[in-house]
């Protein structure tokens, strides 16, 4: 049993959330214009994802970890959201690339592409820092973007890849 059975996957969280910010969101560009309405929701949007780390953090019996982490990354795939070729997986870093993201899709679909990376992309740096601060996210494209992939790469801070 894994530890996330039963849990509602990250990307149906997604539309659900997406289906209550897009009148939101359209309600604010119409009063505020485009830019403070990205601003209200990036803001909005980051404080829960570190929060939603910290919740997920607390959930670890001995702690945050990155083993930890990478077990978490069930609910982002779950309902075959994302298509992900792992490249480095060790106990100090975690390296992928994201090569289909339904995340970026469906907010596409919804009308939402222009605010799609303030949805999903933003968070997961946020995320990260929420769940175990000494851990840290690079990527340098998303396929929410335009790239032809995603780039993630984790590594705890301060430690070299195990032999």
């Known amino acids: 049993m894994s530890a996330v059975d039963g849990e509602l996957g990250i990307l149906a969280r997604r539309r659900i959330e997406a289906e209550i910010i897009k009148p939101i969101y359209e309600i604010l560009v119409r009063?505020?214009?485009k830019q403070s309405a990205q601003a209200v929701i990036g803001e909005a949007v980051s404080q829960a994802a570190v929060k939603a780390?910290?919740?997920?953090?607390?959930?670890?019996?001995?702690g945050p970890s990155l083993e930890g982490f990478v077990a978490l990354q069930e609910l982002w795939e779950k309902?075959?959201?994302l298509k992900v070729e792992i490249i480095?997986?060790?106990?100090?870093h975690y390296d992928y690339d994201v090569h289909r993201c339904r995340y970026a899709e469906m907010y596409?679909?919804?009308?939402?592409?222009?605010?799609?990376?303030?949805?999903?992309?933003?968070?997961?740096e946020l995320f990260i820092v929420?769940?175990?601060?000494?851990?840290?996210l690079t990527r340098t494209q998303t396929l929410m973007q335009?790239?032809?992939h995603c780039n993630f790469r984790y590594k705890v801070e301060g430690q070299e890849p195990q032999s």
């Open 88 to 92: 480095a997986s060790d106990a100090t």
């Open 146 to 148: 335009g790239a032809s």
């Open 31 to 33: 009063d505020y214009g």
């Open 53 to 62: 780390g910290e919740y997920f953090a607390a959930r670890e019996p001995e």
């Open 130 to 136: 929420g769940y175990d601060p000494k851990v840290q």
């Open 79 to 81: 309902d075959d959201a």
């Open 108 to 124: 596409h679909e919804m009308g939402l592409g222009e605010i799609g990376h303030l949805l999903s992309c933003n968070r997961d």
